[in-house]
């Protein structure tokens, strides 16, 4: 289900798009040799293509010789998973169709066409738009911040629960960072049977780590300043009724 909590400052669409593309570390190609699953084995260009680093077995490199010239002839797709455990970890899918081609003795992969879905559902991208846009500046090191958030302090993750309007709170069972990114911190908020999401907004983009954790700093401020009681300490007063 979703929560009540407005979501303001978060990145368009385009972004986000280059985003999932500049954090996956695995990828699905499906072309005319078949469907192969790629680990550690692609870059991504500042214009947003593609270079691929396949096994020596692999069909992708024949299937790049007889593609037809200038039409679609793969489909990548990337995954974009949630780095700290929770229900349903996939947040984002990213398709890419477009054509394969052998360039300096790589194998490159030019988007034509690019797809992204989300839980509020699917969206084509503008192509001129995803070409143009940069990935989000912690996309490659959000991973490592939500996993220390959650181990190292759970507490604090707690305390931000006073920012979260009391209706999305109810019948919390536990309260987990689901993603970050320059404009804001994304909590994922469990229940027994469902789970509910809310957007933390900060006050000023965060471009670099130093000044991620000021923003992060700020809403802490703002946390302890606030009245309501945080999530969990709501739940064992309800049990305890």
Known sequence: MGDSQTWTARPGTAERARSVLAAAWSCTVTAEGGR????????????GRVILHVPEDSPLPAAAICAPRGEPSAVLEFADVAP???????????????SLAHEDGRIAF???RVVLRRPSGAEL???????????DPLATAEARLLTHLADAHPDAVDRLTRLVEPESLHAATRVVPLAVDRHGLTLRIERTGSHGDVRLPFHRPADTLAQLTERIHVLLAQAASATRPRALQRQRADGDG
């Open 36 to 47: 192969e699953e790629l680990v550690g084995a692609h870059t991504v260009t500042d214009d």
């Open 125 to 135: 991208v503008d192509l001129d738009e995803f070409v143009a846009a940069a990935p």
């Open 84 to 98: 700290v455990p929770l229900r349903n970890r996939i947040r984002a899918r990213l398709w890419l169709a477009g």
């Open 110 to 112: 030019r988007v034509t």
